[in-house]
């Protein structure tokens, strides 16, 4: 039987794993996000055997940290994709790390602050303006980009017309891009 992703209340979903470590729904969004989190990792340049492994380590953080959830800030599918994001952050630091033959010696620089900070933000600024957007855009944006799936994939998945799927993602785009070019002249 196929998921109807349409209906499904995912942030009902973190929070009966927050309140009661409840597997079933566990299961429902291990089932919906892991796959999505892999192939949005393996989109950005990561091997299949990192993207699984980092899709398992942002799925174990969703069960441990699910009392982190705050759906006033971000949709759970812009939160596991943000998780999702900084695994591959870290992995990718981790695996530029000299092997211990290569290390110099002296101190290690240090890490730059500021570009860390930037980042932060920015990832702050996009789950904002995110939430912002109108629920029929955020959710047919999430699908595109945190779901890796095709305009025409979306269209089969929730019934509307390809042409409506398309004017919604361009519309929100332009408002992302506005919101976040707006907060970043702000700050």
Known sequence: MAENTEQTDWAALVFRVRDHQDK???AMLFKHFAPRV??????????E???????????????????????ARASVATWVFTIARNRRIDALRKARRPEPEELTWGPEPEPDQGDALDAQNDTERLGAAMARLPEKQRE???RA????????????????????IKSRIRLALERLRHQMDVKASQG
């Open 38 to 47: 892999k192939g949005f990792l393996m989109k950005s340049g990561a091997g």
């Open 145 to 164: 980009y945190y779901g890796d799936l095709s305009h025409s994939e979306i269209a089969a998945e929730t019934g509307l017309p390809l042409g409506t």
């Open 49 to 71: 055997t990192l993207a699984e492994e980092c899709a398992q380590d942002v799925m174990a953080t969703l069960w441990q940290k699910a009392g982190q959830f705050d759906p």
């Open 140 to 142: 047919l944006i999430e």
């Open 24 to 26: 079933a729904a566990f």
